[in-house]
C-alpha cells in the first residue's frame, strides 16, 4: 500500500523555465508535508515543507502548494537551474499519530534540467 | 552538510555476519531515525528514538536493532546478514519528531 505516490520518474526541464513537481497522497490523517532533494551517493537534502493548515509555502525559488481535497501537492521551482537537477522525494508525517516521526516517501521523480 | 554524520561510509561483508551503524546527530537534536533504501523499496523507515527511547518503529526486521545512548548518538545493528540487506542506510535527526528531519550521508552496506 502505497501511501505517497509520485507518478512521474522523471521531468526534463529547460533552464530558466518552471519546474513542477507532483506527488500524491492517501492517507488524510498526514498533516506535515515535505521534499528533499537527493543527489547520487548523497543523503536527501530537506528543502521546504508544509502544514496542512496552510496551502502555501514558499522559500525562494521553491514553492510548495498542497490541495488537501484532491491529496495533492506540488513543488515548483522558478526559474530552475542546471544545479537542481536530482532526485526529488516527497514525504508525508502524521504527526498527532503515535507513529509521529514517521515520514512515508514516495518514490521520487528525477528532475533534468538542460543549459 | 547536514549535521549529520554516518560511519562507515562503506561497508563490505558476508552472508550470516552482524555489523554495526553508527550515527551521530545534530547538535540539539534530540529524535534520531533509521532509513533504508533499496532499488526496489525506494526510502523506508526503520525505526526512531527520541532522546534515548524508542519513539516509532517500521518494518524493521527481528535481525535489526538499534538504540540511542546518552550523549545522543544512536548505532543500528544488523545481525545474521542476508544478500537481500544490501542497501543504503541513512540516519537523520530533528529536535523532535515535529520538525523537519535532516539525513546524514548514508552508509552503503554490501553483503556478499
Known amino acids: 500500500d502505497q501511501q505517497v505516490k509520485q507518478n512521474s520518474p522523471s521531468l526534463s526541464v529547460q533552464e530558466g523555465r518552471i519546474s513542477i513537481l507532483n506527488c500524491d497522497y492517501t492517507?488524510?490523517?498526514?498533516?506535515?508535508f515535505l521534499w528533499y532533494k537527493k543527489y547520487p551517493a548523497e543523503g536527501p537534502t530537506f528543502l521546504i515543507s508544509?502544514?496542512?493548515?496552510?496551502d502555501k509555502n514558499e522559500d525562494g525559488r521553491f514553492t510548495v502548494f498542497l490541495n488537501k481535497s484532491a491529496k495533492h501537492l506540488s513543488l515548483h521551482i522558478v526559474p530552475s537551474q542546471p544545479g537542481d537537477s536530482a532526485v526529488y522525494f516527497c514525504a508525508a508525517n502524521d504527526r498527532g499519530g503515535n507513529q509521529g516521526g514517521k515520514l512515508i516517501f514516495g518514490q521520487g521523480t528525477e528532475l533534468s534540467v538542460k543549459p | 552538510d547536514s549535521g549529520v554524520t554516518q560511519t562507515p561510509k562503506h561497508l563490505i561483508t558476508a552472508t550470516g555476519q552482524r555489523v554495526t551503524l553508527r550515527c551521530s546527530p545534530r547538535s540539539g537534536d534530540l529524535s534520531v531515525y533509521w532509513y533504508q533504501q533499496s532499488l526496489d523499496q525506494g526510502l523506508q523507515f526503520l525505526i526512531q528514538y527520541y532522546n534515548g527511547e524508542e519513539r516509532a518503529k517500521g518494518n524493521i526486521l527481528e535481525r535489526f536493532s538499534a538504540q540511542q545512548f546518552p550523549d545522543l548518538h544512536s548505532e543500528l545493528n544488523l545481525s545474521s546478514l542476508e544478500l537481500g540487506d544490501s542497501a543504503l542506510y541513512f540516519c537523520a535527526s530533528s529536535v523532535s519528531w515535529r520538525d523537519e528531519q535532516f539525513f546524514g550521508p548514508g552508509t552503503r552496506l554490501t553483503v556478499l
Open positions: 492517507n488524510s490523517m498526514f498533516d506535515y
Open positions: 508544509i502544514s496542512s493548515i496552510k
